[in-house]
């Protein structure tokens, strides 16, 4: 299971939810519905789409499966898993709004 965590400004649903505009669990947790799509190391990108008629965007999450950052700025604790880190819309700075519905 990996976590998505409140976080703050640099992880988390803080870091995400406001600058990216996804504000709904189903999104984050529809890419994370399966294997990684991408993995270096511990930084894992699960990937997912989204369709509203003939639109559709890709929604890139991004995980830290390690108790630790790479940067070692954050710990998780022992036992535990930083989670996610980050989502977004491939290729463009907030996802629109239809995908919060």
């Given at each position: 299971?990996?976590?998505t965590r409140?976080?703050n400004?640099?992880?988390?649903?803080?870091?995400?939810?406001?600058?990216?505009?996804?504000?709904?669990?189903?999104?984050?947790?529809?890419a994370?519905?399966?294997?990684?799509?991408k993995?270096?190391?511990?930084?894992?990108e699960?990937?997912?789409y989204?369709?509203?008629?003939?639109?559709?965007v890709?929604?890139i999450?991004?995980?830290q499966y390690?108790?630790?950052t790479?940067d070692?700025?954050?710990?998780?604790?022992?036992?535990?898993?930083?989670?996610?880190?980050?989502?977004?819309?491939?290729?463009?700075n907030?996802c629109?709004?239809?995908?919060?519905?």
């Amino acid at each position: 299971m990996i976590p998505t965590r409140v976080g703050n400004s640099k992880l988390g649903w803080k870091h995400f939810s406001g600058p990216h505009n996804i504000k709904k669990c189903k999104i984050v947790n529809a890419a994370l519905n399966g294997k990684p799509d991408k993995k270096n190391g511990a930084r894992l990108e699960y990937w997912a789409y989204a369709w509203n008629g003939n639109r559709r965007v890709q929604v890139i999450v991004i995980v830290q499966y390690a108790r630790k950052t790479a940067d070692g700025g954050y710990d998780a604790g022992a036992g535990q898993k930083i989670g996610v880190i980050t989502a977004y819309c491939k290729g463009m700075n907030r996802c629109p709004n239809w995908l919060n519905q």
